[in-house]
């Protein structure tokens, strides 16, 4: 069982940047895959990025690519997601998600049946 509490959202105007965390309790935490999702008024959730065990392979969302960075401290039980040159349209509840599935399968990171525990999400308002 893991618990996920994200912190770091806010407003910002477009083109300015902001840094999630997402704090993780237990000990196995260098044992899930970490995963970043957004939901979006009226819309699925849908998947941003997400990284392996131990930090050396990361992908994507299309959308975001070139702009938002996920990293994790496996010291500090904490995954992070930098987003710079924000847009309008990243605006949304933003949820951090941990997935005991074998690293291998990297092809299915970016499903959110993947993954087994989620957080309660934060709020990122970037303004036009």
């Known amino acids: 069982q893991v618990q996920l509490v994200e912190s770091g959202g806010g407003l910002v105007q477009a083109g300015g940047s902001l840094r999630l965390s997402c704090a993780a309790s237990g000990r196995t935490f260098r044992r899930y895959i970490m995963g970043w999702f957004r939901q979006a008024p009226g819309k699925e959730r849908e998947f941003v990025a997400a990284i392996s065990y131990s930090g050396d392979t990361t992908t994507y969302a299309d959308s975001v690519k070139g702009r938002f960075t996920i990293s994790r401290d496996n010291a500090k039980n904490t995954v992070y997601l930098q987003m710079n040159s924000l847009k309008p349209e990243d605006t949304a509840v933003y949820y951090c998600?941990?997935?005991?599935?074998?690293?291998?399968?990297?092809?299915?990171?970016?499903?959110?049946?993947?993954?087994?525990?989620w957080g309660q999400g934060t709020q990122v308002t970037s303004s036009s």
């Open positions: 998600a941990a997935s005991t599935m074998d690293v291998s399968y990297s092809s299915r990171w970016r499903f959110l049946s993947s993954y087994d525990y």
